[in-house]
């Protein structure tokens, strides 16, 4: 089945510090990509929707300047969280999938973000 | 995209059949149903979707009542392993939509 690949799984950091988190798409092209956040016992929350080679759609309350998203091309996008704070810190969990198909989406392992 | 809901939390006896009900009475015609499972800590896994047939692979089966205002995803012969966070989403297709999720059920298979 399809694989989404995500990296690393686990980051720990001081304040302050930019931390850049990648989601690639092993075997198939993914015209879209989605990043989504996840808080202890909370369901999954959407932070932004990337399709390749435009710009991001952000959620409301999400901030654009804090959490950069690049998806560059129809394999792989970025998250960079900009000077992360400890109430950056969460699960964050990246999906892609083929535009306008009914084939479901697929989700990374995700990527824990521990901020000092 | 239409909401669902579904009960917080069901045990269910190993090796017992694991019945999940979904409600999404508000589903419109070119809305999927998909269910997804997250098991503590990993990200969400796809276990199966449909439009309006029954469907079943080797993870489950999917039984979509004929009016598609709820569903119920079965999983025959369940494990201690399938024990996680089981979420139903509606989706229409041919659009960008993203997959937005709800609490989902907590299903914990019991020895």
């Known amino acids: 089945g399809a694989v989404v690949s995500q990296h690393p799984s686990r980051v720990i950091c001081k304040s302050g510090t930019s931390v850049k988190i990648e989601c690639r798409s092993l075997d198939f092209q993914a015209t879209t990509m989605f990043w989504y956040r996840q808080f202890p016992k909370q369901s999954l929350m959407l932070m932004a929707t990337?399709?390749?080679?435009?710009?991001?759609?952000?959620e409301q309350g999400v901030e654009k300047d804090k959490f950069l998203i690049n998806h560059a091309s129809l394999t792989l996008s970025t998250l960079t969280v900009a000077s992360a704070h400890p109430e950056d810190s969460s699960f964050y969990i990246c999906s892609a999938r083929i535009r306008s198909s009914d084939q479901p989406q697929h989700f990374g392992d995700g990527t824990r973000l521990s901020i000092l | 995209d239409a909401k669902t809901t579904q009960p917080p939390s069901m045990d269910c006896a190993e090796g017992r059949a694991a019945n999940l009900p979904c409600n999404h009475s508000?589903?419109?015609?070119?809305?999927?149903v998909y269910w997804y499972r997250q098991i503590h800590s990993q990200g969400p896994q796809y276990i199966i979707h449909?439009?309006?047939n029954n469907e079943t692979n080797e993870m489950a089966s999917l039984i979509i009542t004929e009016d598609r205002k709820s569903s119920t995803l079965i999983l025959p012969h369940a494990t201690l392993r399938d024990t996680a966070v089981y979420y139903c989403?509606?989706?229409?297709?041919?659009?960008?939509?993203?997959?937005?999720f709800g609490a989902g059920t907590r299903l914990t298979v019991k020895p």
């Open positions: 508000t589903i419109s015609g070119n809305e999927y």
């Open positions: 989403i509606v989706r229409a297709v041919y659009n960008n939509n993203d997959m937005r």
């Open positions: 990337s399709n390749e080679g435009s710009k991001a759609t952000y």
């Open positions: 449909g439009l309006k």
